[in-house]
């Protein structure tokens, strides 16, 4: 991936209602404070999971969350168990990664990482899981336990969304090619439903078609002789604005 394409990914995922961002760059553009965890690389260079656990724990800002990676080199299971008992309440999370890659009921394993945390007495430390995710996997490791995930491949290598850009009105006159319909249009969305109505630019508004809602127009003004005359907002601003339309959507047939 080039890497000025980073920023851009980053901004769009987190205004997509993802809590955080990891690249420099990428938190940069949001306005936000990097987010991340420590790397396989880290516990291989120190050849110990607990003595490389302990180095971060000595070195890091103590504002940056403890969160051991627990799949380095044996049972995610017992790996975390050592963990805590290495950092005791000073350790907030624990991290498994490449969940596709291991063998058995990934969801499982979860269960039992979080039943022996908690049977230990540490039932604050959190568990993340990284590597190989989508909504799918998502859905089924938060029933599991799972409270916080990393998600890379599915959001910069999303679906595309086809659409195309067609002159349709010309200084008032009707231009549309074939296959198209004729003239400006406004979209009439329901606040309610999300439910889109289209018609000519000039006609009035309309009840939702679904819940009978009053429906609101959504094209408007952004640039006008060559000035922007639009609000621009703050990503926090778009990302709260998206994350109240994705609470009144629900994920369907999601494919395992």
Known sequence: MHPA??????????????????????????????KGTMPHALIIAFEDQVKAWEAFDEVMAPEVPRIALVDTYSDEKMEAIMAAEALKDRLDGVRLDTPRSRKGDFAEIIREV?????????????????????????????????????????VSDAP????AMDIVELEGRLTAKRGKLGGKKQVWRCPEC??????????SSQKCPICG???????????KDGEIV?????????????????GKLSLKNISH
């Open 230 to 246: 639009a609000e621009l907002l703050k990503p926090k601003e778009i990302r709260e604005y998206v994350l109240q339309q994705i």
């Open 194 to 203: 999300l439910a889109d109505t289209v018609l000519p630019f000039k006609a």
């Open 213 to 223: 809602n009053k429906t609101e127009p959504m094209l408007k003004p952004l640039v």
């Open 5 to 34: 394409l980073c920023p851009m990914l980053d901004r769009a995922a987190y205004i997509g209602g993802l809590d955080g961002v990891s690249s420099l760059k990428g938190a940069e553009a949001v306005g936000v404070e990097p």
């Open 114 to 154: 979080r039943w022996e945390l908690d049977i230990r007495g540490y039932q604050d430390v959190k568990i993340l899981v990284s590597g190989g995710l989508n909504e799918g996997r998502v859905r089924i490791l938060s029933e599991a336990g799972v409270d916080a995930f990393g998600v890379g491949t599915a």
């Open 160 to 163: 595309t969304l086809n659409f």
